[in-house]
């Protein structure tokens, strides 16, 4: 094990990294509960997403455990999974079949784009505002979608009178009034989240929802009508397994020639959201704690191949999404409650090799993670998602031809609930600053091709509807 994880080297001890894993597990377990959620709204069968996305887990934080040595577990995120849910499949009307096979042709071309040269020319294009400001805003994005899970945020809708005065058409946005009970349920869960992470008390964001959870039953929001045994559970795993690969996955995906230019924009932007959602993670928590040198954030901008740990932990990143999408969920990817674990003390693989085994035995809690409601949940997405705001902080907001494209690409990203669609308006408004600075020629070609592309996909979704 010592030859293994070299633990002395890295000053640490298989007791600290054990704790350390056990930390991070509970820091991040509620995606066991939460990912189905989400998922199978789409009509993906819950036991199925269960299943996937434990397995996703497993297989992923193994392997960087293992190939890369370094602490950090993943799962599927939860700025994708809601990204997979409301926008691919609700708001551009793919299958979630369909869905999944762009989820694995991501994971696939992060695979490419991680081994070859274009990775890191897309490192070196893209402003480290703007990056900062994509990572931060897929953080507000995640918190908003806590808040609508809920119905925290209600849209009243505006008479056809008042619409011809003048005021837009569509909703008005407005906080909900207080009586309900998925309301008062939501705000209990909140505040233990707040009070959990704030007392840093381990495992709190899995206390707190089982906690909530048990004062639902009382409020008749907790329910066993819904929750699956783990035969049940196993039993679905088939639909959802290889799903992508089948008539309704790939054979219906490039069925229809027309759609081919949505289908690209959208593994476009699973893809850039994934990379720089992964990018942020690693130097966000690496760097300070010395788990990443300076010379491997280098080597990941300029070198090629596997020469350290960064680039092998990117390459473990990328290979889990598309195994992920194999099994049935969406894009997995490396969690930033890693820094828990961190924080803890885990300084090695072993940390993340210990939180697959707590993957591996949470299979058995089935039936009880089945039936918590989503107001038990809803808190932690706000809190997490705020979590991911942090690297907000690197936005020069001061300098407004900094602020312009970061503030389109991270909080327009929440307004327009999409991240592709935050990134691209971020994207086209660096240009114009740019431009109007006298500066173009700093722009790098592709972002001046990624802003042109997005521009085209704008036009053809105005003439297709
Ligand atoms: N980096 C990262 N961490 C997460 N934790 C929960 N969801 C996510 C995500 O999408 N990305």
């Given at each position: 094990m010592e030859k293994f994880f070299h633990l002395k080297e890295n000053g640490t001890s298989v007791s600290t990294e054990f704790m350390a894993g056990l930390t991070t597990f509970f820091a991040m377990s509620y995606i066991i509960i939460v990912n189905p959620q989400i998922l199978s709204?789409?009509?993906?069968p819950w036991g199925g997403v269960f299943l996937a996305t434990i397995i996703a887990s497993i297989v992923g934080t193994l392997v960087m455990g293992l190939?890369?040595?370094?602490?950090y577990a993943l799962a599927p995120g939860m700025g994708l999974n809601a990204f997979f849910t409301y926008?691919?499949?609700?708001?551009?009307?793919?299958?979630w079949q369909e869905t999944l096979c762009m989820v694995f042709l991501c994971g696939l071309i992060n695979i490419l784009i991680t081994v070859t040269k274009v990775r890191q020319m897309i490192i070196r294009a893209i402003p480290d505002a703007l990056q900062h400001a994509i990572g931060g805003g897929i953080g507000l994005f995640v918190a908003y979608v806590g808040l609508l899970n809920v119905d925290l945020i209600t849209f009243t809708t505006k008479d056809a009178e008042s619409a011809g005065k003048g005021l837009s058409t569509g909703a008005t946005p407005g906080l909900a009034t207080f009586n309900s009970p998925t309301l008062w349920l939501f705000l209990i869960g909140l505040l233990l989240v707040i009070v959990f992470t704030i007392l840093k008390i381990k495992g709190g964001m899995l206390l707190a929802i089982a906690i909530t959870t048990v004062i639902g039953i009382p409020m008749g929001?907790?329910?066993?009508?819904n929750s699956i045994s783990i035969g049940d559970a196993f039993g679905q795993l088939p639909q959802t397994f290889?799903?992508?690969?089948t008539g309704e996955g790939f054979g219906s995906l490039f069925?229809?020639?027309?759609r081919l230019p949505l289908v690209l924009v959208t593994i476009f932007a699973f893809s850039m959201s994934d990379v720089f959602d992964t990018l942020g993670t690693f130097i966000g928590t690496g760097r300070r704690t010395g788990i990443f040198s300076k010379a491997d954030e280098e080597s990941a901008e300029n070198g090629s191949g596997f020469k350290t740990k960064m680039d092998k932990a990117l390459f473990a990143d990328s290979v889990a999404t598309s195994i992920g999408a194999i099994c049935g969920t969406s894009n997995t990817t490396t969690y930033v409650e890693s820094s828990a674990g961190i924080a803890a003390g885990g300084r090695t693989g072993l940390t993340s090799v210990f939180v697959s085994l707590f993957f591996a035995l949470s299979i058995f809690f089935a039936p009880v993670v089945s039936a918590v409601p989503s107001a038990a949940t809803a808190g932690v997405l706000v809190i997490v998602g705020c979590m991911m705001a942090?690297?907000?902080?690197?936005?020069?907001?001061?300098d407004i031809s900094e602020a312009i494209p970061a503030f389109f690409a991270s909080v327009f990203m929440a307004f327009a609930y999409s991240i592709s669609y935050g990134i691209a308006a971020g994207f086209i408004t660096y240009c114009i600053v740019k431009v109007c600075r006298k500066?173009?020629?700093?722009?790098?070609p592709i972002v001046w091709i990624v802003s042109a592309l997005f521009i085209l996909d704008f036009i053809c979704m105005a003439i297709l509807q």
């Open positions: 709204q789409t009509g993906m190939f890369a040595n370094v602490p926008t691919v499949c609700f708001g551009l009307g793919f299958t929001l907790t329910t066993m009508n290889g799903a992508l690969f069925s229809n020639p027309g942090a690297s907000l902080k690197e936005v020069r907001w001061d500066k173009a020629s700093e722009v790098h």
